[in-house]
């Protein structure tokens, strides 16, 4: 199974808005709508950011939001903030019953 | 609250099999509804799913570590174990143990591998 393909970096300033896309096939992305997105600052473990495409687990700031369209999903954050530079991954359940990662994308907050 | 943490040497010598363990506390691992996984991440790299295992025992692995991998459950001592065999300086990661239902809902601190003589 191939990674889902995220662009390597986005850059935004503060209280600027940025999206990052997901994209995967017809056996992952395009067929589930178990997409999640995961944050993960330099040194500590990936946390949830979204799940089900475009459900905030409970405590994740609403600045957050996810979507889907075909066969790419989307993260986006509004009202960047310092403390949103990170790296974040996307993730799709497979028609292989298997998880697949995206690639990856690094936030800079300008 | 429910918290993972992994265990295992973090030097392990080429063609060897590694070996960890998630310990699961506050909860059970015989609570229905979540998979429990192992996910590692080579260094400066991204995130590669390993596997999963519920706590009946079914399991499923990424088909690129498929003939390498197993993981299993001790219900009893609530912790699920990875093994890989032959392992070589590719597998050098920080391997971490998640739980799974609606996303990786949950993770442990994660436990650097290193492979090497």
């Known amino acids: 199974q191939s990674a889902l393909t995220q662009p390597p970096s986005v850059s935004g300033s503060p209280g600027q808005s940025v999206t990052i896309s997901c994209t995967g096939t017809?056996?992952?992305?395009?067929?589930?709508?178990?997409v999640s997105w995961y944050q993960q600052p330099p040194g500590t473990a990936p946390k949830l950011m979204i799940y089900?495409?475009?459900n905030r687990p409970s405590g994740v700031p609403d600045r957050f939001s996810g979507s889907k369209s075909g066969n790419t999903a989307s993260l986006t954050i509004s009202g960047l903030q310092a403390e949103d530079e990170a790296d974040y991954y996307c993730?799709?359940?497979?028609?292989?019953?298997?998880?697949?990662f995206g690639t990856g994308t690094k936030v800079t907050v300008l | 609250q429910v918290q993972l943490q992994e265990s295992g040497p973090g030097l392990v010598k080429p063609s060897q099999t590694l070996s960890l363990t998630c310990t699961v506390s506050?909860?059970?691992?015989?609570?229905?509804?979540?998979?429990w996984s192992w996910i590692r991440q080579h260094p400066g790299k991204g995130l590669e799913w390993i596997g999963y295992?519920?706590?009946?025992?079914?399991?499923y692995y990424n088909p690129s570590l498929k003939s390498r991998v197993t993981i299993s459950v001790d219900t009893s001592k609530n912790q699920f174990s990875l093994k890989l065999s032959s392992v070589t300086a590719a597998d050098t990661a920080v391997y971490y143990c998640?739980?799974?239902?609606?996303?990786?809902?949950?993770w442990g601190r994660g436990t650097l591998v290193t492979v090497s003589s």
């Open positions: 295992i519920y706590y009946s025992g079914s399991t």
């Open positions: 017809s056996s992952d992305v395009g067929s589930y709508n178990r």
């Open positions: 506050g909860g059970s691992i015989s609570s229905g509804g979540y998979y």
């Open positions: 998640a739980r799974a239902q609606r996303g990786f809902d949950l």
């Open positions: 993730s799709s359940y497979t028609s292989s019953s298997t998880y697949v």
């Open positions: 089900e495409v475009s």
